[in-house]
C-alpha cells in the first residue's frame, strides 16, 4: 500500500512538472519581449517625436523571437496585454511603431488587434 502512495505521488509530482514547464516557457517568453518593448515607451507616450535606437532594436529582437504564426499570435496577446496596462500610450503611435523602425513584425500591434486571427 504505501509503494502504491509513493508511486501516485511521484506520478503526480511528474505531471504537474511538464504542466508548470511549459507555462513557466510562456511566461519567459512574454517577459523577454516586454523588455524588448520597453525603450519604445518613450515614443509611444509622446515625450520623443521619433522612437530611438534601442526601441527599434528591440522590435527587430520581438520579430526574431516569433518566427512561427503561433509564436507571432502568442507575442500579440503578451504585448497587447502589456499595452493594455499603459493608459497614456498614443494608439497611431503604437500602430506605427513597426513602420517607424522599418520592421516587418507580420502581426500589427494595437489593443485592438485580435490575436486569434
Known amino acids: 500500500m504505501k509503494v502504491v502512495a509513493v508511486a501516485i505521488v511521484a506520478g ?3 505531471m ?3 504542466m508548470i514547464e511549459p507555462m513557466q516557457a510562456t511566461i519567459d517568453e512574454c517577459l523577454k519581449l516586454k523588455f524588448a518593448f ?3 515607451l518613450q515614443y ?7 522612437p530611438c535606437h534601442a526601441c527599434c532594436k528591440g522590435m527587430k ?9 503561433e509564436d507571432r499570435r502568442d507575442a500579440c496577446r503578451c504585448l497587447k496585454e502589456g499595452i493594455a496596462h499603459i493608459p497614456i500610450i ?8 513597426p513602420q517607424n523602425c522599418r520592421v516587418d513584425m507580420g502581426v500589427p500591434i494595437s ?7
Do not use: H, N, Q, W
Open 44 to 50: 509611444l507616450e509622446g515625450f520623443t517625436k521619433k
Open 38 to 40: 520597453y525603450p519604445c
Open 90 to 97: 498614443i494608439d497611431y503611435r503604437v500602430i506605427a511603431l
Open 16 to 18: 504537474m512538472m511538464c
Open 111 to 117: 489593443k485592438d488587434t485580435i490575436c486569434s486571427e
Open 61 to 69: 529582437t520581438i520579430k526574431s523571437l516569433t518566427p512561427t504564426r
Open 12 to 14: 503526480l509530482a511528474i
